[in-house]
């Protein structure tokens, strides 16, 4: 099985930062990879997929970059909604594993 | 509007056996795959399972930790897709999603919505 590793697994910002999570799979993926972003209570909300493509509907301040062994997710001037947990998930082979999350907590 | 509904959750002796459905609406479900995956209690995301389409045969796939006791299943007539959870054990206890999958061979393939879930709890 693929293991992804997200770092950091917390992370503490404060309104309007910059922040950026990695996600390294134990061996390559391509581009199969998303983003998904998950709040208190909640199902998890689809952000990214393809590595960098911006799901339909979430702001342009969510971007994906990266392909084979090495991939970040960045949010840029970080607002109140977005502090929530994020996982990654690579789709390029099953079973289609996530990373253990990274939770982002306003500083 | 994409809808994903799933119900049958509850608590269920070790042992045991549940199955859980997902009703779906807003798309044309028999065009897509669906998955399933959960969450234990304050944990993270677990991929449990896939089942495809009919244009490929209706094929499953599962985590090597549910293979052998749990099974997906659809009907397309019913746009529902169905997850039979055999020889439950303490740790499927969970929150179990479905979600819909979106298939593209330039994209790949994930999960692009997500039902509210259904809380499985085994315990004796």
């Known amino acids: 099985d693929i293991q992804l590793t997200q770092s950091p697994s917390f992370l503490s910002a404060s309104l309007g930062d910059r922040v950026t999570i990695t996600c390294r799979p134990s061996?390559?993926?391509?581009?199969?990879l998303a983003w998904y972003q998950q709040k208190p209570g909640r199902a998890p909300n689809l952000l990214i997929f393809?590595?960098?493509t911006l799901q339909s509907g979430v702001p342009s301040r969510f971007s994906g970059s990266g392909s084979g062994t090495e991939f970040t997710l960045t949010i840029t001037s970080l607002q109140p909604e977005d502090f929530a947990t994020y996982y990654c998930?690579?789709?390029?082979?099953?079973?289609?594993?996530f990373g253990q999350g990274t939770r982002l907590e306003i500083k | 509007e994409v809808q994903l509904v799933e119900s049958g959750g509850g608590l269920v002796q070790p042992g045991g056996s549940l199955r859980l459905s997902c009703a779906a609406a807003?798309?044309?479900?028999?065009?897509?795959?669906m998955d399933w995956v959960r969450q234990a209690p304050g944990k993270g995301l677990e991929w449990v399972g896939r089942?495809?389409?009919?244009?490929?045969?209706?094929?499953?796939e599962y985590a090597a930790s549910v293979r052998g006791r749990f099974s997906i299943s659809r009907d397309d007539s019913r746009t529902s897709v169905y997850l039979q959870m055999n020889s439950l054990k303490r740790e499927d206890a969970a929150v179990y999603y479905c979600?819909?999958?979106?298939?593209?061979?330039?994209?790949?393939?994930?999960?692009?919505?997500w039902g509210l879930g259904t809380l499985v709890t085994v315990s004796s």
């Open positions: 979600t819909r999958v979106r298939d593209s061979s330039w994209y790949g393939s994930y999960s692009d919505y």
């Open positions: 807003g798309f044309t479900f028999s065009d897509h795959y």
């Open positions: 089942i495809r389409d009919k244009a490929h045969s209706y094929t499953t």
């Open positions: 061996q390559g993926i391509s581009s199969y």
């Open positions: 393809a590595a960098s």
């Open positions: 998930q690579q789709h390029n082979s099953y079973p289609f594993t």
